[in-house]
């Protein structure tokens, strides 16, 4: 894939090149601001954009505006967050709308080079990839919602794994069931939310963004 990464820390930066390109990738831009990050994404066009939150000058929210008018004025370039912390809201609103090709790890994540790169592609074809963590931050702040307490533990490890970015097939072989057994929780899971079969929406998409921002 053709991947512009933003970040800081020059010794990150330089290791995730190396990394990426050992894995056959092309990274067209590797930049340390924001800005330049956007002016790369508007020249070169890659797939992905993989960032950090917080960048030069402020260290506040660049990566945050930087990610935001990506998926706004590009949304054909899929967005990779790698952070330091769990920003709640951050995550709910690169979740506002669709959020087919949206990934945010934690930079702890990186170290475990195989989750990262399978996070990349999921990320880079179309798929969501969220840090485990980042998804248990999301649900504490969200437990006191009625809709999600109809659901059992099982659906809610369904439930948790889907916002991932997991698969049906893939969620089977963490929790050890049957895809057949996935299907029947993911579809438990729209009926007790209160998801009708529409032909214009993703109940799998509403599902995730309920669990993460209601």
Known sequence: MRIALAEDSALLREGLVRLLA???????????????????VAEDRPQVAVLDVRMPPTHTDEGLRAALTIRQQWPEVAVLVLSQYVAKRYATRLLTG?????????KDRVVDVGEFLDALVRVGTGGTAFDPEVVR?????????????????????VLDLMAQGHTNASIGGQLFVSRSA????????????????????????LAILRYLDT
Not at 22 to 31: F, P, R, T
């Open 137 to 157: 931050q999301l649900l504490a702040a969200t437990t006191h919602t009625d809709p999600l307490s109809r659901l059992t533990e099982r659906e809610r490890s």
């Open 182 to 205: 996935v299907e029947k929780h993911v579809n438990a899971i729209f009926a007790k939310l209160d998801l009708p079969d529409s032909p214009t929406h993703s109940r799998r998409i």
């Open 98 to 106: 669709d959020p087919a090709g949206v990934g945010y790890l934690l």
């Open 22 to 40: 050992e894995e056959g990738h092309q990274v067209v831009a590797a930049v340390g601001d924001a800005d330049a990050l956007l002016a790369a």
